[in-house]
């Protein structure tokens, strides 16, 4: 019996210590493992980055984590812990937010998912560029819109201008050479230049003579309630001609009264290449009634667009002249300053009388949004036409086009017509 229950005590000494090493080394190993995780994360904290991922060192997730390190307590047995969402920071112009790993940018249109565990670098975009609306073109020595090639004599004119060109007194077929020219509008005292560019023939010289080039703008800002229809717009313009068979070529006029007109003497005048924009008046006013052509030309922007009505009754009839209108653009633009009646708004295409010369009409695009403040958008009863063919009338109103028009003219409401056109005029 003795022997029997020291072999049973010895049976069970060897078990227990059996036990114990088999238990021992696998409580160390989780510990260990616990252990490392700690120092992954620790190490990979201090890591350099490459600039990608989670800028420590490696875009992916380590295999094992812990996210108590800050807590007291550790569960050894925990093999894999779960994390909140990672958030990453986009920048899309001046406004920062705080997204979900997984998100789809509206503003920036495109869909980006961070990687777990990851925060993303910002990601700034810059704001979009402005571009100011009122930045004029480049004049451009456009071969089909140069001088007449028999000019005798050049005056030069270059570089800002601060003071009104006039000449009263120049000999026949003379250029006038403007390219480089720039008027913005006021004098060296700051004050506004009403009338910018005048060519008169005092002296009963300078026919045949050519203007080419010139930026003309105007200083005023028509959002301020001083700045109205009388004052200062119907006493500005860009450029006036008296002095018979003038031409002008690729000259660009802004933010005028009158874009163009003529004097007593103008007649026989020569518009191309001509590119006027918010003009508050006429954009050509012709009420001395003289021959006048127009080509090649784009008018974005008329509270009127061609204007052949007189002042007084002292001028004659000249249904015998020819008022020319060919592959051209004009536009008829709502202004804040109105002549009368509601703001915004504008007047007429053609502003006529009885008296005032024949039409020749040619590929020309017009543009109308909305119906007159007074005048007509269609064709005057007082209009007579010598030839008309292969008009368009764009029509961005309500409803209908609320008036007639011959049959030389097609109606579209398909803005991009317009824009087609005005985009292959400026590439032309």
Same mark, same amino acid.
């Given at each position: ?9 010895? *049976? ?7 036990? &114990?090493?088999?238990? =021992? ?5 989780e510990q260990v493992t616990t252990s490392g995780e700690v120092s992954l994360e620790e190490g990979a904290a201090s890591a350099p980055g490459n600039g990608r991922g989670n800028g420590r060192g490696s875009d992916k997730k380590p295999k094992r984590t812990t996210t108590t390190v800050e807590t007291s307590t550790t569960v050894a047995t925990t093999a894999t812990t779960s994390e909140p969402p990672a958030t990453t920071t986009s920048t899309v112009g001046p406004t920062t937010t705080t997204e979900p790993a997984t998100t789809t940018s509206t503003q920036a ?18 704001? $979009?560029? &402005? ?7 480049? *004049? ?33 077929? &003379?250029?006038?050479?403007?390219? &480089? ?13 009403? =009338? ?26 028509? *959002? ?119 703001? $915004? ?46 008009? *368009?009338?764009? =029509? ?33």
């Amino acid at each position: 019996m003795g022997t029997r229950r020291t072999a049973i005590l010895l *049976t069970i000494a060897t078990m227990a210590l059996a036990l &114990t090493v088999f238990v =021992w080394p696998r409580t160390q190993t989780e510990q260990v493992t616990t252990s490392g995780e700690v120092s992954l994360e620790e190490g990979a904290a201090s890591a350099p980055g490459n600039g990608r991922g989670n800028g420590r060192g490696s875009d992916k997730k380590p295999k094992r984590t812990t996210t108590t390190v800050e807590t007291s307590t550790t569960v050894a047995t925990t093999a894999t812990t779960s994390e909140p969402p990672a958030t990453t920071t986009s920048t899309v112009g001046p406004t920062t937010t705080t997204e979900p790993a997984t998100t789809t940018s509206t503003q920036a249109t495109t869909t980006s998912t961070a990687p777990p565990s990851t925060t993303m670098p910002p990601t700034t975009t810059p704001p $979009p560029t &402005t571009t100011p609306t009122t930045s004029p073109p480049t *004049t451009r020595p456009d071969t089909n819109a140069s001088c007449p090639n028999d000019l005798n004599s050049t005056i030069s004119i270059t570089g800002e201008r601060f003071e009104k060109y006039r000449d009263t007194n120049f000999p026949d077929k &003379t250029l006038f050479d403007a390219t &480089t020219a720039v008027w913005n509008g006021r004098d060296e005292s700051g004050a506004a230049i009403p =009338w910018v560019v005048t060519l008169r023939s005092s002296e009963g010289t300078g026919r045949g003579s050519c203007w080419n080039g010139g930026v003309v703008r105007g200083p005023w800002d028509d *959002t301020d309630p001083d700045i109205t229809w009388e004052e200062p717009f119907h006493h500005a313009g860009g450029i006036t001609i008296d002095v018979p068979s003038l031409t002008v070529v690729n000259m660009y006029i802004e933010n005028q009264g009158d874009g163009i007109r003529t004097g007593d003497a103008g007649s026989n005048t020569v518009i191309r290449r001509a590119h006027l924009t918010d003009i508050h008046d006429d954009c050509v006013e012709n009420d001395d009634l003289h021959n006048i052509t127009i080509t090649d030309s784009l008018f974005d922007g008329c509270y009127v667009g061609f204007s052949a009505r007189p002042y007084n009754d002292a001028v004659g009839s000249s249904n015998e002249n020819l008022w020319t209108v060919r592959d051209s653009l004009v536009r008829l633009e709502p202004q804040p300053t109105v002549y009368k009646g509601p703001a $915004p708004g504008h007047g007429g295409i053609f502003k006529w009388d009885e008296r005032a010369p024949r039409v020749s009409l040619h590929n020309t695009i017009f543009r109308v949004d909305q119906r007159p403040n007074h005048g007509e958008i269609g064709i005057p009863s007082e209009l007579a036409f010598e030839s008309c063919s292969n008009n *368009t009338m764009v =029509w961005l109103g309500e409803g209908s086009f609320p008036e007639s028009l011959p049959s030389c003219f097609t109606i579209t409401t398909d803005r991009s017509v317009w824009d087609d056109a005005v985009a292959d005029w400026k590439n032309g």
